[in-house]
């Protein structure tokens, strides 16, 4: 099945995660995709400790609106890297699980080959496919067995307050 967790609000991440750790408890095979993301996130240790196979690249990280051309075309190719193994992990099945994270930035931002993306939805087979972001194009509400939105009621980044290793990354 395909679940997307989206919205405004802080979660999608933390769902994703609970979720993966939750297939992983029950003997899944989970491979954890971040895009946007540098490896700083702290569910990683954790997730890598109890057997989750997690990817990202160390050359994303920064926020799409402060990247350079020569950035883009870096972080591109490294999104691209990260689908192209994800594809091949779906449709082998050798993943009972597959989280995309921040896939829908990603994307709506052209930061990876979208047609690709697009492929790996349409190949999810038995695989349980699970996406995360803000926006999700109609392609993959449409294909969705479960969306979850998460919106933002009240967050302390209005107050000024800023990410807190831990509780935001």
Do not use: W
Request: glycine share 8%.
């Amino acid at each position: 099945m395909i679940h997307i967790y989206t919205g405004s609000g802080k979660g999608k991440t933390t769902a994703a995660t609970g979720l993966a750790v939750r297939a992983a408890g029950s003997g899944m095979r989970v491979c954890f995709f971040q895009f946007l993301k540098n490896g700083s996130s702290s569910e990683i240790g954790i997730l890598r400790n109890i057997g989750i196979d997690v990817r990202f690249s160390a050359d994303c990280g920064k926020f799409s609106f402060h990247m350079t051309p020569e950035d883009r075309e870096i972080v591109t190719s490294a999104h691209n890297e990260l689908l192209r193994c994800a594809l091949d992990i779906v449709t082998s099945g050798s993943a009972d699980m597959v989280v995309l994270d921040e896939i829908f930035a990603a994307y709506n931002n052209s930061l990876l080959d979208r047609r690709l993306a697009r492929s790996i939805v349409s190949s999810a087979g038995n695989t349980e496919l699970v996406l995360t972001g803000r926006s999700p194009s109609r392609f993959f509400r449409e294909r969705a067995d479960y969306i979850s939105r998460i919106d933002a009621v009240k967050h302390p980044f209005t107050k000024g307050i800023r990410a807190r290793k831990g509780i935001e990354y």
